[in-house]
C-alpha cells in the first residue's frame, strides 16, 4: 500500500485521503483496510462512513466487506472538523516552526500537554488553539493532533499536527522508530562508562499504578542509549537518544541503572540520592532544580507532505543552564571535578 497526495474537496466540502492497495492488501476487507490504515479511526467510524457513501474505490462507492485488489485507488472522504470544547488561551507559546501542516514548539516545564482531570486549562493543546487559526481538524474536530507528548515536568520539543493527514504520517513515524528524540538530562551518582544502552522493557508498575517499571507483568519493549557529556564528581550530565517512547521511559531506565535524574520526585526515592551526595556544595546546588532535570532537546522527522527530512534543537532552559554553570565553577574552583570531559 502506498498514499497518493491527498485529492481535490468532493462536492460536501469534505477532504479526502487517497491509497493504493499493494499485493500485501490483496482480499482484504475494505473496513479492516481503512480503520488499519487511518489513525483515530475505529472499524464501527469507518462503516458508518463507507454507509455515508463517503468512501469511494476505482470511481465507486463500495461496501464495509469489499475485498480489495491489487492496485485498487480507495479515496477516504474525512467529515468537516466541528467546533473543539476546548477554550482557546493566550498563553506563552514558543514556535520554532510552523507551515499548514505542522508546528515544532518548545513546551515549558510546568505546562501539561492536554487537558485532564485537574487540567482544565493551562495547557499546551489551549494555548495552541489560540495559536492557530488554520486548523482543518483532527479526528473530525477543530484541534491541534498531539502526536506524542511530555511530562508536566520536562521541557523540550514536541511535533503537532494541524489536520488528520499530517496527523497519521507522523504517527506513523513515531510506531516505526523514525523519529528522533535526543534529551539532556543530570543524574546523581559517576557514570563512570562513557556510553551504554539499557534494553528492558517498561510497563505499569505492580503495585504503585501511578508508576512505570521495568518490572511489570505486561512490560513493552523500550531502549535508551546513553552518552557522558561531562562528570562533575557525584552528578553526571548525559546526552539519551530514545529508539521507543514509553511513558516515563527515561526516569525509569537511568532510576534502574542506580542513577535516577537529578530533582525526579518519582523515581528518584524520595531525594534518597540526594541524602547519599557526601559533598554539602553539591547538594546546595542541585537544589536548584525544582522538578526533573530533563530537556528534549532535539527532535528529527521527515515532513508529512513533501518527505523532507527536518530537525531542530532547543537550548537547555535557564534552570538546567544555571545547574550546568554552577557545577562547571564548582569542579574548576576546587576538588568537586572528578574526571570532567
Known sequence: MHREKTPEKNPDGENGIEFVAGAKEERERLDVFLARN???MTRSQVSRRLDEGKV??????????YRLRSGDRIVFFLEPPRESSLAPEACPLRVLYEDRDLLVVEKPAGMVVHPAAGHAGGTLVNALLHHCTDLSGIGGVLRPGIVHRLDKDTSGLLVVAKNDVAHEALSDQFRRHRVLKCYRVFVYGHMRQDEGTIALPVGRHPTDRKKMSTVSRRGKTAVTRWRVLERFGEITFLETVIETGRTHQIRVHLSTLGHPVVGDPTYGRSGRKERDIRDQRFKEIIRVMKRQALHAGT????HPATGQYMEFSSPLPRDMEELLQRLRNLCRDGDGEEGME
Open 38 to 40: 487511518i489513525s483515530g
Open 56 to 65: 469511494i474505490v476505482n470511481g465507486r462507492r463500495e461496501k464495509a466487506g
Open 299 to 302: 527532535i528529527g522527522f521527515h
